[in-house]
């Protein structure tokens, strides 16, 4: 009677089959959920699988390391954050997601994994990680590397190590109770004036004078833009698309353009030959890196930028730029998120407090109070 208990409180269940699902499943329980494995086609080995998992469970074996033992992939007490980091990738290019994701997205999110991989505690088994080597190594990232770029190297880490917990490769995270890096003083306060903003595209050279301007005028991404095809341009030059393909949110949006950038264009179009809304070719054949030489060439020989400025102004403050001066004349919050294709409120929440009725309507509110007339009749 009493071997019968013990085999009714252990963690490891019978053998079961999952229709329509091939051969036959093995049950466990694991912080009171139901886990099931497929242990083999075969029906006799799947009970030499049990009767295996249940002798080393009676003998004190952990779970974790008696699924490593049982079913030969990497569980157990010697799972180091590198294994788990090479299933996560694997998952990640395999999955029905994979095929909505862009290859740079993909490529960039394992170059930060492979990076990650790299620190010594990422080859320590997970169960003897501490918080310690994980601290000292963020401390002497950001000797190197901004704060921001070490929180996104810990989130990273963090989501791999939950992806695995999901699947019970390992029990805990070690990296919850870490705190992030200090990031004040980074706030989005960069951007250009509207003086600025003609001295450097007067500073730019022929390249990517256009570039510049419509990154100004739109607020587009370099990817957005460099992918830009004269087929995305409707014919009167009023409108340009930005294709879910190329947005780094996989969403469509059109815009309008304003006479500036679309006598640009035009001009450039009968320059090389190009028919807008018809040619499939990009409008501006240059490679990421050249369009960046050329850029850093521009703004540090452009007079009119501070020497702070000339060293902050990297393309992208462009973007904050278009956006910091929409709001300031007036544009409100929703239409600057439709405009730059955020697809979360909060991303476009940075840019409220540039509005210019914001300060006078706080003022006047608060002046009620003094004045007496908050009263409601």
Known sequence: MARRRAQRRRPIGGIEEIPPKPGYYIAFTVNGKTRRRKASSSHLKARHMLADMRAMFDDGVELDDILASVFGDKRGSALTFQDIADLYKRHKTTCKKAKTRKPQTIRNENSRIDGVCRAEWASTPIKSLRKGPIVRWMDRRQSTVAPSTVNRDLAMARQIINWAIDREYCASNPMSQIKDCDESGR?????????ECRALIEACCDDIRLIVTIAIGTGLRRGEILSLRWS????????????????????????????????????????????????????????????????????????????????????????????????????SLGDIMGVLGHQSFKMVTRYAHLGPEVGEKAASLMEQVFSGADEVG
């Open 232 to 331: 995305d341009i409707d014919e009167d030059s009023q409108f340009l698309l930005v294709r879910k393909e190329v947005s780094k949110n996989l969403s469509e949006r059109r815009l309008r353009l304003g006479h500036t950038i679309r006598r640009g264009l035009d001009e450039l179009a009968e320059t090389v030959g190009a028919e807008p809304g018809t040619s499939d070719t990009r409008i501006f054949p240059l490679t990421a890196n050249q369009l960046r030489w050329r850029y850093d060439k521009a703004r540090f020989s452009c007079p009119a930028l501070s020497a702070g400025k000339k060293k902050a102004a990297c393309f992208h403050v462009l973007r904050h730029t278009a956006a910091s001066i929409m709001r300031q004349r007036g544009l």
């Open 187 to 195: 706030a989005r306060t960069v951007y250009l004036t509207p003086d």
